[in-house]
């Protein structure tokens, strides 16, 4: 498996008429998620996140690639 | 005031019922002539209704407001007359450049898919179009415009509304059957019935500046976030037309409008974006901030409420004139059909049902752009700059980059005026029940035209045939005889191979074969469209009895 960086976002039984809903549904459940957190409760709901989505991705090569990309950015 | 533009003054009448100090009995009043209830009352007119129209000023907007129009509305706009003044006056736009901080991390281009009439988005500033579409209802006799009548009160009865309206000369009474209150975001009518309206302003603030460029510079729209010239927030170019360019810059909560609008304070900031080398001039410079709200319905009794008066939203993604026309849109027809005694009230319930879905869509989506753009936490923040840094090189992060999407047209699937498909009849693509009709080039009569310029204003009954000369007498016979108990349905043939008439049904060519691939259609498909030109029903089949069933559910006659 590789690391899919196209748009990939959908929901099962939902039909899209515009391209960027899919993206944008995502990013708002993920915004509002941390709504009334403090900066630290945050950071702690981030990687909790991050573990979650790991271990359902699996593959440590992909992960690797994910790590590696997130990485060069920072 | 402006150095582009020359503000038209409409001519002020003493209105006759000051000096007879009769009350004027009318069907219909609209009040404000913005681009909505200019357009409402152009609607009306065009379903053979008389129509006056109040106005409280003598000319069109005033400074820097609404820029883009989107293709449902240009489409809208072509019935109103003025579709190709604007189009020809307006400016075209494709690329879009997003930048974050010092750097562009993507552009777009918008290539118009072909095979429409009209493009994407054209960019003109909001007087051009209030004038035009007042040059067309001043042009229609059935429309009564009264510049400087100023609505003072108003007064709802069970069958009629009161209202006193206050002129330069004094006062007069309108007794009326119907008010379209199009008064915009303050909407007095609305504060007059006591009515609410609500939602949230946005704890920020903008300062728009119009500035005439002296030199080429590129019809592009530009968004910048968090760039040098303007540290931690964003800024938004636009160009419009006679080389006027819009820019709108977040100044954030804490700014001193005042301050903030001093041209020793705006210059530099221009300067510093556009880099020292560039001339220009400064044309209009104000401040706003925005709220996002909507009442909780826009029909109460017999006053209508379209446009801002009704919902307000965020300026990101377009959405506040080109929804107010698609108000106007849905309107028009129910309430002809309504007046004429040929549906029933509640036909003007399904106008604010389909309007407030048409609204909280503009709202989520608009909403959803402000978030992106002014982040409300640093968790926010960190991931909305996350987005930015993997944009430039991941089509996934550009995907999820939100400065604004553009206006697009609801898709009414929820609607109860549809019929929904029946069991059996699959079809793929977007023209499903509620669908905004998709535009498609036809030949009549030797002419090339456009589909969405020849269904109207009516109900319309597309066939699709592969041969318009052999179509059977009765299903010519029964595809003339639509209408039902006085509602028109206008029935076309859409056939693959070249024709006049059927029978005596219009046929329009589809030679290439781009309406029948838009609606996914095969020979005997029929498509029922509303006089707003949504999808209401559509068979695989011809039934004329199932046509009629459609259109009655469609008119809330069921």
Redesign the interface.
């Given at each position: 498996m590789t690391l899919?960086?196209?748009?990939?976002?959908s929901e099962a039984g939902k039909?899209y008429?515009?391209?960027?809903t899919p993206?944008?549904d995502?990013?708002?459940l993920?915004?509002n998620t941390?709504r009334d957190?403090s900066?630290e409760q945050?950071?702690l709901l981030?990687a909790r996140l991050i573990l979650l989505l790991a271990n359902h991705i699996g593959d440590i090569g992909t992960l690797r690639e994910a790590l590696n990309?997130a990485r060069e950015?920072v | 005031m402006l150095k582009t533009y020359n503000y038209p003054k409409f001519e002020y009448r003493r209105p006759p019922e000051i000096a007879s100090g009769k009350t004027l009995r009318v069907p219909v009043v609209v009040v404000g002539a913005g681009p909505v209830g200019l357009a409402a009352a152009l609607d009306l007119q065009q379903q053979d209704l008389p129509v006056l129209l109040l106005d409280e000023d003598d000319t069109v907007s005033i400074g820097s407001r609404g820029v883009c129009y989107a293709k449902r509305a240009l489409e809208i706009l072509d019935r109103y007359g003025v579709g190709d003044a604007v189009c020809s006056k307006g400016v075209s736009w494709n690329v879009g450049r997003t930048f974050f901080r010092e750097e562009e991390v993507y552009n777009f281009n918008l290539v118009p898919e072909p095979d429409h009439h009209r493009p994407g988005m054209v960019n003109l500033q909001q007087y051009y179009l209030e004038e035009y579409l007042a040059a067309s209802a001043a042009a229609r006799p059935e429309i009564e415009l009264r510049w400087k009548n100023k609505v003072v009160s108003v007064a709802q009865g069970d069958r009629t509304v009161t209202l006193k309206v206050e002129t330069e000369d004094g006062f007069y009474t309108i007794e009326t059957d119907w008010l379209i209150a199009a008064d915009g975001a303050r909407s007095p009518i609305r504060r007059m019935l006591g009515l609410e309206v609500e939602g949230k302003i946005f704890m920020d603030r903008f300062l728009i500046a119009d500035v005439v460029m002296k030199a080429e510079f590129p019809s592009e729209r530009w968004f910048w976030f968090d760039p040098p010239f303007h540290p931690g927030q964003s800024v938004l170019l636009h160009r419009q037309t006679d080389s006027v360019y819009r820019i709108d810059f977040q100044l954030g909560w804490d700014a001193d409008p005042e301050q903030a609008k001093k041209p020793e304070n705006v210059l530099p900031r221009i300067k510093a974006m556009l880099g020292d080398e560039r001339e220009f001039e400064l044309e209009w410079v104000s401040v706003y901030t925005f709220q996002c709200r909507r009442m909780g319905r826009f029909n109460h009794g017999n006053v209508l409420f379209v446009g801002d008066a009704a919902h307000q939203v965020s300026p990101f993604g377009a959405r506040g004139a080109n929804s107010g026309l698609q108000d106007a849109d849905n309107l028009g027809w129910k309430l002809k059909l309504v007046m004429a005694g040929l549906a029933p009230a509640a036909l003007l319930d399904s106008y604010s049902e389909e309007r407030i879905c048409a609204a909280d869509e503009n709202l989520l989506n608009s909403t959803r752009s402000t978030d992106f753009i002014t982040p409300k936490s640093k968790v926010s923040r960190t991931f909305r700059n996350a987005v930015l840094g993997l944009a430039k090189d991941h089509a996934f992060g550009r995907a999820l980059v939100n400065s604004g999407r553009l206006s697009v047209p609801a898709f009414l699937t929820t609607s109860s005026l549809n019929t929904p498909d029946c069991a059996g009849d699959t079809f793929a693509g977007r023209m499903v029940p509620g669908a905004p009709m998709d535009d498609a080039p036809v030949v009549e009569n030797g002419e090339a035209g456009w589909l969405h310029n020849k269904v109207g204003h009516r109900f319309a009954a597309l066939y699709f045939a592969q041969d318009a000369a052999v179509l059977p007498a009765p299903t010519l016979a029964a595809l003339s005889n639509l209408s039902w108990q006085g509602i028109e349905v206008r029935p076309l043939v859409i056939s693959a191979g070249p024709g006049l008439l059927a029978g005596d049904v219009p046929v329009l060519e589809d030679a290439r074969g781009v309406a029948a691939r838009r609606y996914d259609a095969q020979p005997g498909t029929v498509y029922l469209l509303r006089p707003d030109q949504h999808v209401a029903a559509r068979w695989r089949s011809f039934d004329a009895d199932k046509v009629r069933a459609a259109v009655a559910k469609a008119t809330c006659n069921v």
């Open positions: 899919n960086l196209n748009p990939n976002f039909r008429f515009n391209a960027y993206a944008d995502f990013y708002e993920l915004i941390h957190l900066d945050s950071e981030n990309i950015g | -």
